[in-house]
Structures are given as C-alpha cells and as structure tokens.
C-alpha cells in the first residue's frame, strides 16, 4: 500500500509548474518588448505633415506648434501638435537638419550634466525645474516673464539667451550657473527641449497643466 502525497509536496508538480511560469513569462516579456518597441519608436515628418499621432515625433516637430491640452479620455494632459510656426526665423527644417539638431541639443544637455539640477523624462535630480515639458512653460510664452526679463521677441530667443548667460536673469535663489553654452549648442538645446516636450509621456509630470496657462499654451 502507497501513502498518497499531497500534490504540494510533490516535486515533480513544482517542477511543471515552474517550468509553465518561465514559458508564459518569457512569451509575455517578447510581446511587451515588441509592443514597447513600437510605441516608442520615432515618427516621421511624413507622419506630422499627415497629422498622425506618434508617441514620438520626428524631429521635425520643431517645425510645428506644441501645446499642452486635457484629454477627458486618457484622464490627464497630452502634447498636441498644431500648425506650423517659426523656430529661429524658419519652418523648413529638413528631417537631416532637425535630426543634426536634435542630437546637439542632447550632447549639449549631457555634456553640462543638465540632469545634475534637472529632471528630464523622469530621469535626473529636483534641485532645479523638471524640464520635460519646459517648451510650453508659460513663463516662457509670449508676454511671459522670461521673454520680457531676456529682451526677446520670440520664446526660442529668450530660452537660449537665458542658457547662454543665465547669471544676468535671476529667476530663483537656486540660480543656474554660466556654463558657457555657446550659442549653437542653447539652439540645439532649446530644439531638444521642443522636441522633448512633443512627446507622449502619458501625463508626466504630473500636475504641469496646472499651471496658468499651461493648458492649450495660452
């Protein structure tokens, strides 16, 4: 006569099950990675000029207006890309072009250790402003504080002349240090900052809407 042993105790259950749990876990994980994969990649400016929504624009976004705006939907804020506006002086920026941009702009921002105060995508410090959706700032609109303080005629102006020479624009008792940002790289940082704040990040940061002014970038 055998002693039956409960299923719990059996080794061979363990094993099975074990192996059951690995199997549906690694075909989950290729499914996220292929899903993920495709949300986050980057549009084209083909898609903008055909008003298709990416999570990721191209970086031809720069061309285009950004705004900030609720989606009773999703429960919280998304970029909106609207008509086309100047950035510079220009609305052509070829697909090279913003791209070669774009990447000064990130080089640029690595390179001055801009995560060392700043949060950018969730990723970085909370000693200065999260810069995730700084491009539609208010503070930096038009007849915003920042344009009046810099002089400028255009919210792209006043931001590089802000980074150029921000000990000549007290803004907060944190104030940012001059590190000698040339005025290519404060172009290419400011095109880094449109094209960051262009993108889909399901609401982050939370609360930015909150701000006068921050929805539909009045």
Known sequence: MTDNVSVWLDNRFWQRSAAWVTGFSSILLIWLTFDTSSQIAMGSDSDLKNKITKRVPAPTVINY????????????????????????????????????????????????????????????????????????DPAWADGGPMMAMTGKKTKEEAMAEFLQHPSKYPTHERMMPNLGITEMEAKGLVAFLKHMSSIDTNGFPRNFGEMQGAIHGK
């Open 65 to 136: 207006k950004i705004t900030y705006e609720m989606s009773d939907k999703r429960g919280h804020e998304v970029p909106v890309i609207g008509e086309k506006e100047k950035f510079f002086g220009r609305d052509d920026y070829s697909e090279k072009e913003a791209a070669e941009l774009l990447h000064l702009g990130k080089l640029g921002s690595q390179a001055k250790n801009c995560m060392n105060c700043h949060t950018l995508l969730g990723n970085g410090a909370y000693y200065a402003p999260d810069l995730t959706k700084a491009w539609i």
